[in-house]
């Protein structure tokens, strides 16, 4: 295997304005084929601009976001289309339709983009929801689970057309110690038993330490660090340190960086 065959993500010199505002300025980095790749930082840094980015679900202004070696900013909307059905997406609300059951839910890209007999279909929802540990909810609506179980259908869903790529949106988000980390092991089962990529966009350390293989590090739309975590621990940046060690940049809310930074949207 090429080295360039190794990287099924990269994106050169990306930017991303809003108006005039800058608000990723030159993103370079790789993501190898297999590994839990995290974007780690602050509110308003630009965690979600850079997500919306590789799902392509916006345009940058500048520089290029390749997918298995294809320019993914440069293709057509149609084309857009059929790379986005190997890319599962798994949004921080889980985004289910509350009207449609669990087992509609999963079963809906399978319905929208192939032509599969409804039985196939039926088969391949139950196997999706094993794999995530609801087997037997299929007819269950989403206001019947709780929080972590409507997580867990989110990813049978973004599972549903055996992806080469899911993206996390704050996965962990909302939940408590003991169901974020068990959807943290899920991440990681799916990631071992599938070889799958996994880009995850967080800014909770505990799931950084169980599911990183490398971490991205942004503040104020550039990348300050990138690496393994050991290396990030060891980081002689002042930020990267003072993330890690979960120090405060002003308690009196003085520091401007600090005021725009709390009402900074992505």
Partial sequence: MTEDSEHIIEVRSLVVKYGERTVLDGINFKVRRGETFVILGGSGCGKSTLLRNLVGLMRPHSGQILINGRDFTAMSDDERVEVRKKLGMCFQGSALF??????????????????????????????????????????????????GMKKRAGLARAMAMDPDIIFYDEPSAGLDPIVAVGLDVLIRKMQSTFNLTSVVVTHEMASVEQIADTVCMLKSGRIVEIGPLDQLRKSSNPFVQQFFERRPDDENGENPEYVRSLTAEE
Avoid: Q, Y
């Fill in 98 to 147: 509350n009207s449609m059951s669990v087992g509609d839910n999963v079963a809906l890209p399978l319905r929208e983009h192939t032509k599969l007999e409804e039985s196939t279909i039926d088969i391949m929802t139950k196997i999706k929801l094993e794999l995530v540990g609801l087997g037997g909810f299929e007819s269950f609506l989403p206001s019947a689970l709780s929080g």
